[in-house]
């Protein structure tokens, strides 16, 4: 009997060493292999320290604080007066009449000289009506008209402009309190960084796009002060004299030019520094 105990117990301890070494092979092995593997599932990699995403998921709390204080501007230029032979022209569009010139006089009918106009931005930067824009939005305008987010319009006059920076300064006489923009540090921008263009592209009203600075102190022939913010958001005829917002609502630029054969936006934007503009604003209002 006591025998028969001892071959249970020797069986049983065999049966117990083949188990853990079992265990201990196959398991092990993966444990070997995956040491990590009942934790990894709960684990996600840490982001580079430093990095966070500056993008909000949507734009509009940033673009309702900031557009009340964008304007467009239309511009009316006198006719230039061109030799006429003569004569008049009240019957201009009639066909018998055009026929008449074409065939006793050898040309068309004289053109009646039409008022030229052209659309631009700005952006209003105190409460006593002051509104930044570029200088060729204004510079040849008989008559300068502003018309503010909530659709009033009034007639502005240029209290200064900058052809070398092609910087303008012009006034309009409103009552109540005007939206003003916050200006930032143009310095401080880095390529990569997200802005937003606001403007009158092609006198469609007020239109935002959306791009980051492509790179800084951009040489492209327009001046002796040839240091331009370069950007991918779309910047189109009419956005000129516009702002370059931030992603904290702060203008970082005016937007003035854009580099396409075409004559429609293919991406390449380009703008003023605004720290240029801060430091032209007093002169501006001294002339």
Known sequence: MRQLNSVVKAVGGIAVVLLLGYLFYFGGTDLIRNPRATATAAETKPAPAGWAPSRPDTLAPLVEEVKPAVVNISTTQAPRQQPRRGFRAPFRGQEPFEEFFERFFGGPMPQEPRPQQSLGSGFIIDRDGYILTNNHVIQHAGMIMVKLANEKEYEAKVVGRDPRTDLALIKINARGDLPVVRIGDSDSLQVGDWVLAIGNPFGLGQTVTAGIVSAKGRVIGQGPYDDFIQTDAAIN????????????????????????????????????????????????KAK
């Open 237 to 284: 005829p009419g956005n000129s004299g516009g702002p370059l917002f931030s992603t904290k609502g702060e203008v970082v630029g005016i937007n003035t030019a854009i580099f396409s054969q075409s004559g429609g936006n293919i991406g390449i934007g380009f703008a003023v520094p605004v720290n240029m503009a801060k430091s032209l604003v007093p002169q501006l």
